[in-house]
């Protein structure tokens, strides 16, 4: 039988019925998902498309929508395309063999292409779909993904050859031709003479010449900005990230920042932010290339940086068991204190903590009745689909995956089987997890303000109060503030990494007792309101910070943040579907010029 082509839903439906052979019915099956992923797909590529399009366009809503939208577009086709298979074929659910014959003639049909693994990942997550009931573990890790290249096409980058020292024209020529906006900008000579001055001086503190600037040859999109992202090559072979972060206005686009430290690129992309949307096709050799601009940065995230979320999922996991591999450890309960609602843990030198819920929390639970399982996840499972302006860590989730039992420390198993038996259980010789939550490796808050010299903890207070803003500012309330719900990145950036507590921001009741005098008996009014309370004053002690002088450091730098007036205002802002403003690099990244502004 001859391969369909562009089959329809109808098409598919009166074909297989006709179909009496198994075989046709495995052809007739592979053609209707290929041409669906291939719908998929093309719709995937246009978003950054969309994306700059907003930018210029200032429409920043629409960026905000668009990144839920690529998000949600992968499961919104598995979910349908599951289900529909359910209803055509009833018991495809419990005919492996249709299943493996399945994927094994969809993958000669894809093997050739270039997004294949992204082909074969949907394919995948079709069948999770079909088994999602089942106690039936699917291998995330060892179908035939295509390997991460660090050889560049020549649409990837663009070289610029230097003699020493960047000159402005230099600069104005990659703003014009990177990636060609729509929009003129404000004052396109002004920002490459500061950009151009910042490049040299940094050339000058490391007394070496500059040979090349290399730029990724398109535009990364998220929320309000856009970034041109690259190397400066030094002629002692060094490298420093080059970064220009572009902003909107009613006046034309301008330079509003130059990120050079390869600590804030590592912070700017990191995967607590919203995705970006990258106007390439070429995202293995942009995941390696952002690689090697930050070393330190596990290969996986990269992917699910520009959106590839699914063949990070596989990166991530292959990252997983080669390090727990290599270390010769095993997997055991993560540092701190213990979770009262997850079970967290981790290898010995990992990139990556990983948790799963408990059945029940502990008796340090604080919120009442425990809503249960499903719900936590759903919190989780939300963060990842959300702006989460980069200071919430974002989750991978597995679902039915199976890992080696040798992987684990005993004490570690038998938690997870005891205290997680709703959703871990022993199989052979395999833990099968029914999901599993990993995130990027943090220290907690506490224990890392224990140890930490003064200037360490005046940074980390400063991001733990823009960490705070910024998640209210998406519209997310952690109503849970104690200091164990937060960690600190190699780089000494603060991120909520506990959701079992959040809340939407315009939800949330804010009130006050600093208008009541001491000694008034009367209990005040808010107390008998349904739903969320918030008082401000009250989110110093909330933290339980240990150290006075530590909360000290943190009500000189964000006094803001314990007045009802800050969070009013706020809230008034995204009951306008407004998109108010974040800090995504510190202030010392920006360029200041007279008349500079939004």
Same mark, same amino acid.
């Given at each position: 039988?001859?391969?369909?082509?562009?089959?329809?839903?109808?098409?598919?439906?009166?074909?297989?019925?006709?179909?009496?052979?198994? #075989?046709?019915?495995?052809?007739?099956?592979? !053609?209707?998902?290929?041409?669906?992923? !291939?719908?998929?797909?093309?719709?995937?590529?246009?978003?950054?498309?969309?994306?700059?399009?907003?930018?210029?366009?200032?429409?920043?809503?629409?960026?905000?929508?668009?990144?839920?939208?690529?998000?949600?577009?992968?499961?919104?086709?598995?979910?349908?395309?599951?289900?529909?298979?359910?209803?055509?074929?009833?018991?495809?659910?419990?005919?492996?063999?249709?299943?493996?014959?399945?994927?094994?003639?969809?993958?000669?049909?894809?093997?050739?292409?270039? #997004?294949?693994?992204?082909?074969?990942?949907?394919?995948?997550?079709?069948?999770?779909?079909?088994?999602?009931?089942?106690?039936?573990?699917?291998?995330?890790?060892?179908?035939?993904?295509?390997?991460?290249?660090?050889?560049?096409?020549?649409?990837?980058?663009?070289?610029?050859?230097?003699?020493?020292?960047?000159?402005?024209?230099?600069?104005?020529?990659?703003?014009?031709?990177?990636?060609?906006?729509?929009?003129?900008?404000?004052?396109?000579?002004?920002?490459?003479?500061a950009i151009t001055w910042r490049i040299n001086r940094l050339a000058g503190r490391r007394g070496a010449n500059i040979e090349t600037l290399e730029m990724i040859d398109a535009g990364f999109y998220r929320n309000r900005g856009a970034y041109l992202v690259g190397k400066i090559k030094f002629d002692n072979n060094s490298y420093a990230p080059l970064i220009m972060a572009l902003l909107n206005s009613s006046g034309g686009i301008?330079?509003?920042?130059?990120?050079?430290?390869?600590?804030?690129?590592?912070?700017?992309?990191?995967?607590?932010?919203?995705?970006?949307?990258?106007?390439?096709?070429?995202?293995?050799?942009?995941?390696?290339?952002?690689?090697?601009?930050?070393?330190?940065?596990?290969?996986?995230?990269?992917?699910?940086?520009?959106?590839?979320?699914?063949?990070?999922?596989?990166?991530?996991?292959?990252?997983?068991?080669?390090?727990?591999?290599?270390?010769?450890?095993?997997?055991?309960?993560?540092?701190?204190?213990?979770?009262?609602?997850?079970?967290?843990?981790?290898?010995?030198?990992?990139?990556?903590?990983?948790?799963?819920?408990?059945?029940?929390?502990?008796?340090?639970?604080?919120?009442?009745?425990?809503?249960?399982?499903?719900?936590?996840?759903?919190?989780?499972?939300?963060?990842?689909?959300?702006?989460?302006?980069?200071?919430?860590?974002?989750?991978?989730?597995?679902?039915?995956?199976?890992?080696?039992?040798?992987?684990?420390?005993?004490?570690?198993?038998?938690?997870?089987?005891?205290?997680?038996?709703?959703?871990?259980?022993?199989?052979?010789?395999?833990?099968?997890?029914?999901?599993?939550?990993?995130?990027?490796?943090?220290?907690?808050?506490?224990?890392?303000?224990?140890?930490?010299?003064?200037?360490?903890?005046?940074?980390?207070?400063?991001?733990?109060?823009?960490?705070?803003?910024?998640?209210?500012?998406?519209?997310?309330?952690?109503?849970?503030?104690?200091?164990?719900?937060?960690?600190?990145?190699?780089?000494?950036?603060?991120?909520?990494?506990?959701?079992?507590?959040?809340?939407?921001?315009?939800?949330?009741?804010?009130?006050?007792?600093?208008?009541?005098?001491?000694?008034?008996?009367?209990?005040?009014?808010?107390?008998?309101?349904?739903?969320?309370?918030?008082?401000?004053?009250?989110?110093?002690?909330?933290?339980?910070?240990?150290?006075?002088?530590?909360?000290?450091?943190?009500?000189?730098?964000?006094?803001?943040?314990?007045?009802?007036?800050?969070?009013?205002?706020?809230?008034?802002?995204?009951?306008?579907?407004?998109?108010?403003?974040?800090?995504?690099?510190?202030?010392?990244?920006?360029?200041?010029?007279?008349?500079?502004?939004?």
């Amino acid at each position: 039988m001859a391969l369909a082509i562009g089959l329809n839903q109808e098409q598919f439906t009166f074909r297989m019925v006709g179909a009496s052979r198994r #075989e046709d019915r495995i052809r007739i099956t592979a !053609d209707w998902i290929l041409m669906q992923f !291939d719908e998929f797909y093309s719709e995937f590529l246009r978003v950054p498309y969309q994306a700059k399009t907003a930018f210029e366009q200032q429409h920043h809503s629409t960026s905000i929508w668009l990144s839920r939208h690529r998000l949600s577009l992968y499961s919104s086709y598995i979910h349908r395309m599951g289900a529909y298979l359910q209803a055509i074929q009833p018991n495809i659910s419990v005919d492996a063999s249709f299943l493996n014959q399945l994927e094994e003639h969809f993958w000669r049909m894809i093997e050739p292409r270039y #997004e294949s693994d992204v082909a074969y990942a949907f394919m995948h997550s079709i069948r999770r779909m079909v088994y999602r009931d089942e106690w039936k573990p699917v291998e995330y890790s060892t179908f035939g993904f295509a390997e991460s290249s660090d050889k560049y096409p020549v649409e990837l980058l663009r070289q610029f050859p230097v003699e020493g020292q960047v000159s402005p024209a230099l600069i104005e020529q990659i703003l014009k031709l990177i990636p060609e906006f729509a929009q003129q900008y404000r004052d396109i000579s002004g920002d490459s003479a500061a950009i151009t001055w910042r490049i040299n001086r940094l050339a000058g503190r490391r007394g070496a010449n500059i040979e090349t600037l290399e730029m990724i040859d398109a535009g990364f999109y998220r929320n309000r900005g856009a970034y041109l992202v690259g190397k400066i090559k030094f002629d002692n072979n060094s490298y420093a990230p080059l970064i220009m972060a572009l902003l909107n206005s009613s006046g034309g686009i301008y330079c509003d920042a130059v990120i050079l430290d390869q600590h804030l690129a590592h912070n700017l992309f990191s995967s607590t932010l919203a995705n970006f949307h990258v106007t390439t096709s070429y995202y293995h050799e942009l995941s390696a290339y952002l690689h090697s601009l930050m070393p330190h940065r596990a290969l996986g995230l990269n992917y699910s940086t520009i959106g590839y979320n699914h063949v990070g999922k596989v990166a991530v996991i292959n990252e997983l068991k080669h390090e727990v591999a290599t270390t010769g450890g095993v997997l055991d309960t993560a540092i701190g204190e213990a979770g009262t609602v997850a079970i967290g843990f981790a290898g010995p030198q990992s990139a990556y903590n990983l948790k799963v819920i408990r059945n029940h929390p502990t008796k340090g639970y604080k919120w009442g009745e425990f809503e249960g399982i499903d719900s936590v996840k759903e919190k989780y499972s939300r963060v990842h689909e959300i702006n989460r302006t980069g200071s919430m860590l974002d989750n991978i989730i597995y679902f039915n995956i199976a890992l080696e039992r040798n992987l684990f420390a005993e004490s570690l198993l038998e938690e997870l089987l005891q205290e997680a038996s709703e959703t871990v259980t022993l199989q052979r010789d395999m833990i099968v997890f029914k999901y599993l939550i990993v995130q990027p490796r943090m220290t907690p808050l506490p224990v890392f303000l224990e140890n930490a010299a003064e200037r360490e903890v005046r940074i980390v207070i400063e991001s733990l109060g823009d960490c705070i803003k910024n998640n209210a500012a998406a519209n997310i309330f952690n109503k849970d503030l104690d200091a164990r719900n937060y960690g600190v990145s190699h780089f000494l950036k603060v991120y909520l990494y506990d959701y079992d507590a959040l809340e939407v921001m315009v939800d949330v009741k804010i009130r006050s007792n600093t208008d009541r005098f001491d000694g008034e008996e009367d209990i005040p009014d808010w107390y008998f309101e349904d739903g969320v309370i918030f008082l401000p004053e009250e989110i110093e002690a909330g933290l339980c910070i240990r150290d006075r002088e530590q909360r000290q450091i943190f009500r000189e730098m964000h006094g803001d943040l314990l007045r009802t007036q800050y969070w009013e205002e706020l809230q008034t802002e995204l009951s306008q579907d407004l998109v108010p403003a974040i800090k995504v690099y510190p202030d010392t990244c920006k360029l200041q010029r007279a008349g500079q502004g939004e």
